[in-house]
């Protein structure tokens, strides 16, 4: 199937290098400590940080380190065919844990040991990149939440399709069966924290398509900083000071 | 520049899913002409001087794509729209129109007006898709009329005709297809014209009263599509892909995956106006009909079959399967009867392109200029009649000329179609040849300048960068010679016989390194893999790299450096490989001998010079490796392969005679299949999964039954459970005069099929033997001057070696088998190729030298015989009762004995049986030269 026409345009109108629109949100679930919500294109997340707080089972309790945990789950109406889904499938606990993992490295744990601070992200909406929403989200949520931070984490997906790199892939191209990337990074440290792909790549190929992940995250990163600061402005000016 | 709208419903697999899609829409989408001030210049593709720019409708496109071709035709903007309507409706003709948006002569330019801000039109509730789209279309072109208002005309090209009087509404100019080529006063173009089925009535009605009796239904009405997949989904149709027989256009094969056996049809009238390749849906005919069919069929085909003059068939896939025989059941013999037959009730998929062929004599039209319908013969027998109109008639009746088919609608007996373009004289033999080429689906166009761009500058030579390279050895000290036909300037493979100090021999072939050239995934590497092979006419031919690389850089030409990819056996005086060596090297050629000088130096026993000595130690290891291969159960074929002695000023043939193999040949032939099946190894053993080898099938009983049954009447047994066992009955078949083994062993070639290239994770390791050459393994390694597949196992050679990484090609399977797939079909269409360059060659010799000569019997037929003429390597049919006059009943076949006999018992011509027969070239129809075969 052909993802990139002659003319340069993939299937939904982008061309290869651009992401889809972007859009967050601060402070959606009231009740939670820190709260985001994001959407890459048609793909919607929302993310719910707890804690720092005790922690629940002492058994898993850490004396020097906070304890981290993250749960995934995808609303039974993310996708178009409306399916009941056993909650702790293999897929979802394997992001879980990816998310887990990817947060941890950037949550300064060791300034609150004996707590347990909690990560829910839900997929309200999928179209392909959930894992980067999810990581994106949460990230804005821990903000939001004032848990300490080495750095803010971004991430985005590349893939490689009709022998063209495209960033940020959506489910039609994501389910073409090429190759996709999700990298997360840390934009200021300039790390990568997470780094998956299925399928194979030559060397070469794969330096280019990390590469223009690694643009991509850097623009989430720009978006998600521009948000917060605008959050900041708003709690400024709400405290009236 | 981001904005996101737009969804669209879809159904899929019964369920009906609403998909959500974003569609984004762009301010950067140009209008590709070069006057606008407002665009982006730089990608635009329509002339600046353009008068009137063309926006074609999708149904323009689908039926007019000859048209649109011609060069008249230019100055067009191609929508997305129309584009993606194209695409879903024929892949083909979407393939053309994609092939000229991308030529760079020609200006089309593609605007993506469905991602255009101002051209995107939203669907509207209650509008069809149809009328959504052809309104996004007029939205297109009204947006081009005032976005390039007084510079151009903007045209819609339309024959709908509710679209174009909406167009006319909006303001917008549109005029139909017709009227346009018109306007152009271009009669030569109005030929390509296809005819809309409206206009056809009209034509049809007018011919009516002339011929009343076409009216008729010929044919009965195809089922609608949703009952076919009704019918098919319940078992009472069975899709499947039509095989016309080759020999016989009217009895045709389906493959159906929901029935074991391939179900056969005979006859144009159960054929049901399906074309060779078409995915038809067939009905079973009631069992009591299956064996009547099957003889009326026999009696058809005596009437019909057009049997020509022909080479001698070189595998099983080149003869005619008179005996119907499924290509796949295991060994049991099943009667026709037994043999499901059928119908076709409707076509799924048409198959339909344009064929190469000459119109039916027939008498000029008195008027010229006015309209002329005339009947087109293909050359490929399959493929029936077609009618046409043209306006050339006398121009085109001793043309070769090209015709696409349009429709064929049950009240016609042939398909129609139109004329797309000459080719040239009937009979004159560049014509002839280029007839061949098209044919056979062979690109002669010349190499494009991206190609052209891969290759090193010239002159060439060996830098100091390659010798410093650590992967590639220095072997300019080595002996090195190459042994070839003569006049060969594509050298690729070269040998040498050093004999070692403990009594063994190192032996080395070394093979041009053209990977070092080619790398994948450069415009070169893409044109080579699409060509697949160098095609050799006689007096022709077309190279599959550029020839800076075949004739000068790859050649392994002697006294000059060349880069080479060499395997070095040590071996010991009895040909036993002790160890095998591969490695990148440079070489220096010390002689480049033909078959002919190299056999004169063995046999010369006065020469003593150090090439020669290494020739006769290498022609003692080959005989010894002949014979132990033979041993293992090798067969040694035969061919009856042809030269020709061409005049070199008119390129006429004066000269045939049968190819004489020498120990020379033989000799090199045997050390190129030991490097062959020593790669071979070597690749599967590091690539278990991606290996490129090739494997000729065992063939099964079926295939062998021609041969039985020919070796049973003249009183011979051959033993066929093994190769070895052939192999050795073969060696025993002696008849009472010289001739007679090669003859069998001619007779065995023609039961075999090919062999073909594949990829070895598709099949199982006992599947990979090559049953002529008796090796589990084989591959091709030694010619990748000329052959693709080459070029495919040096860099698996080349990656198992650790010299290179594994392109990624390697890692998908499905690729790496269409390779594979491509490169069989490349490869059988350069040998059909071959074959009918020589045959167009032996035409034109015997055109001015009607000649006597021997033959053999072949087979018998109730009116006649088939005789091989080894000679010229010819095969044809000799008549013994005038043609047409049937069931003459003066002679008589006997099935068993394979014998023709007079009633009164006077005269009887069995098989095997040598002739003496006069050939000579007859025009039984002016402009139709066909060569004749007469019992002296």
Redo the contacts between chains.
């Keep these: 199937m052909e993802f990139v026409s002659p003319e340069g345009l993939r299937l939904d109108g982008r061309r290869p290098m651009e992401m889809r629109q972007i859009r967050a949100e601060i402070g959606v679930v009231a009740k939670a400590d820190g709260s985001a919500m994001f959407e890459m294109g048609n793909t919607k997340v929302v993310a719910a940080v707890y804690g720092p707080r005790e922690v629940q089972n002492r058994s898993q309790q850490l004396n020097a380190n906070a304890l981290v945990r993250c749960e995934y789950t995808m609303a039974n109406f993310s996708t178009g065919d409306r399916m009941r889904k056993p909650k702790g499938d293999r897929r979802s606990t394997e992001i879980s844990l990816v998310i887990r993992q990817t947060m941890e490295e950037c949550i300064l744990t060791n300034l609150m040991p004996r707590s347990q601070i909690d990560i829910f992200v839900q997929v309200l909406q999928a179209d392909g990149g959930t894992r980067s929403a999810c990581i994106n989200a949460a990230t804005l949520a821990l903000a939001d939440a004032g848990i300490p931070m080495r750095d803010i984490v971004t991430s985005c997906s590349a893939g490689y399709l009709n022998s063209t790199p495209l960033l940020d892939l959506n489910y039609i191209e994501d389910s073409a069966g090429g190759t996709d990337v999700t990298l997360g990074i840390m934009p200021k440290l300039d790390k990568v924290t997470l780094l998956q792909m299925d399928a194979k790549l030559s060397l070469d190929t794969f330096e280019n398509v990390m590469q223009l992940a690694i643009e991509g995250c850097k623009a989430v990163a720009d978006y998600i900083r521009e948000i917060l600061l605008e959050n900041t402005k708003q709690l400024q000016y709400r405290r009236g000071t | 520049m981001?904005q996101?709208r737009s969804y669209v419903k879809r159904t899929r697999g019964g369920?009906i899913?609403?998909?959500?899609?974003?569609?984004?829409?762009?301010h950067d989408i140009y209008c590709g002409a070069p006057v606008c001030k407002v665009c982006d210049t730089s990608q635009a593709r329509l002339s600046a001087t353009a008068s009137t720019v063309l926006i074609l409708d999708t149904n323009v496109v689908l039926n007019q794509i000859d048209l649109i071709e011609n060069p008249a035709i230019d100055d067009v903007v191609v929508l997305?729209i129309v584009l993606e309507e194209v695409k879903n409706r024929n892949l083909s003709v979407y393939n053309r129109l994609?092939a000229l948006?991308?030529n760079s002569l020609r200006k089309f330019f593609?605007f993506?007006n469905?991602?255009h801000k101002d051209t995107y039109v939203t669907d509207m509730s209650g509008e069809s898709k149809n009328d959504r789209n052809d309104r996004a279309i007029r939205v297109a072109a009204q947006w081009y009329q005032t976005h390039l208002a007084g510079s151009v005309r903007i045209l819609l090209l339309t024959n709908d005709k509710e679209n174009k009087r909406k167009a006319l509404e909006e303001g917008i100019s549109a005029e139909t297809v017709e009227s346009y080529v018109r306007s152009l006063s271009r009669p030569d173009l109005l030929d390509l014209l296809v005819h809309p089925a409206s206009s056809e009535d009209v034509i049809m009605e007018e011919v009516e009263d002339l011929r009343p009796s076409k009216k008729k239904i010929v044919y009965s009405e195809h089922k609608p599509l949703s009952e076919i997949t009704s019918g098919i989904r319940c078992g009472i149709y069975h899709q499947g892909k039509l095989r016309v027989n080759r020999y016989n256009p009217f009895e045709a094969y389906v493959g159906s995956q929901s029935l074991s056996d391939e179900i056969i049809i005979y006859g144009r009238a159960n054929m049901n106006r399906a074309f060779d390749g078409d995915i038809v849906a067939v009905q079973l005919l009631p069992q009591e009909q299956w064996h009547e069919e099957k003889s009326l069929a026999i009696a058809d085909e005596e009437n019909e079959e057009e049997e020509g003059v022909h080479l001698v068939p070189g595998s099983a896939d080149d003869v005619p399967r008179t005996t119907a025989q499924p290509q796949d059941s295991a060994g049991e013999t099943c009667s026709a009867s037994s043999r499901p037959s059928g119908r076709i009730v409707g076509i799924i998929k048409r198959n339909w392109h344009s064929y190469c062929g000459s119109l039916e004599p027939m008498a000029k039209p008195a008027g010229s200029g006015g309209v002329a319908h005339a009947l087109f013969v293909s050359k490929d027998c399959r493929i029936p009649k077609i009618r046409i109109q043209t306006r050339q008639l006398e121009n085109l009746l001793d043309k070769r000329i090209i015709v696409a088919v349009d429709s064929w609608d049950c009240l016609s007996r042939y398909p129609s179609g139109h004329y797309v373009r000459t080719i040239g004289q009937i009979g004159d033999k560049d014509t002839e040849t280029e007839v061949v080429l098209i044919e056979n689906d062979i690109n002669t166009r010349p190499f494009s300048t991206q190609v052209l761009a891969c290759l090193p500058p010239l002159p060439w030579s060996v830098s100091s960068a390659d010798l410093a390279n650590s992967v590639r050895e220095d072997l300019r000290q080595l002996r090195v010679f190459s042994v070839d036909p003569p006049g060969c300037k594509d050298i690729d493979d070269a040998l040498h016989c050093t004999a070692l100090p403990n009594g063994n021999y190192e032996v080395g072939v070394h093979i041009a390194d053209v990977t070092n050239f080619v790398l994948p995934g450069t415009p070169l590497d893409d044109e080579a893999s699409q060509r697949g092979t160098s095609v050799y006419l006689v007096d022709r031919r077309i190279d599959m790299l550029p020839k800076p690389l075949t004739e000068d850089i790859c050649s392994l030409r002697a006294d000059v450096e060349r880069l080479a990819f060499s395997v070095i056996w040590e071996m010991t005086s009895e040909a036993e490989i002790i160890s095998t060596r591969y490695t990148k090297s440079v070489i220096k050629s010390s002689a480049a001998l033909s078959y002919v000088e190299a056999q004169a130096r063995m046999d010369d026993s006065r020469l003593t010079d150090p090439v020669t000595t290494d020739l006769r130690n290498m022609n003692t290891l080959a005989k010894i490796m002949r014979s132990r291969r033979i041993e293992r159960g090798a067969l040694t074929l035969a061919s009856a392969e042809v030269r020709f002695q061409i005049d070199t000023e008119t390129h006429d043939p004066l000269d045939i005679g049968m190819y004489q193999i020498r120990e020379a040949n033989q000799m090199v032939e045997e050390f190129m299949l030991a490097a062959n099946v020593s790669v071979a190894e070597k690749i599967l053993k590091h690539y278990p999964l991606c290996s490129l080898l090739r494997r000729h099938p065992t063939p099964t009983r079926e295939m062998l039954e021609p041969l039985l049954r020919t070796a049973a009447a003249v009183g011979l047994n051959l033993d066929i459970s093994s190769s070895k066992a052939l192999a050795d009955s073969l060696d025993h078949a002696v008849g009472d005069d010289p001739y007679f083994n090669k003859l069998i062993r001619i007779l065995a070639t023609r039961c075999m099929t090919q062999a073909v290239y594949f990829c070895s994770g598709e099949l199982s390791p006992p599947e990979y033997l090559h049953y002529g050459l008796a090796a589990p393994l084989y591959t091709h390694f030694t010619s990748p001057i000329r052959r693709y597949a080459d070029v495919i196992v040096h860099r698996l050679l080349a990656a198992s070696l650790g010299i290179h990484?594994l392109?990624?090609v390697f890692?998908d399977g499905p690729q790496l088998n269409s390779i594979a797939e491509n490169l069989n079909y490349r490869h059988r269409n350069a040998q059909m190729a071959s074959r009918a360059s020589v045959e167009l060659h032996t035409l034109i010799f015997f055109r001015t030298r009607p000649t006597d000569a021997e033959a053999r019997i072949v087979r018998i037929r109730s009116n006649g015989f088939f005789v091989f003429v080894p000679q010229f390597g010819i095969e044809g049919p000799v008549y013994l009762t005038p043609r047409g006059e049937k069931g003459s009943g003066e002679w008589f076949v006997d099935e068993q004995q394979q014998k023709i006999r007079k009633m009164d018992g006077s005269i009887s011509y069995s098989v095997l049986q040598t002739v003496r027969i006069h050939l000579e070239i007859v025009e039984p129809q002016p402009n139709r030269p066909k060569l004749e075969l007469k019992l002296l």
Excluded at chain 2, 19 to 26: D, G, N, P, S
Aim: glycine residues 0%.
């Design positions: 981001l996101n369920k899913t609403k998909v959500v899609r974003e569609h984004y829409l762009r997305s994609r948006c991308s593609v993506s469905e991602h990484r392109p990624t890692q």
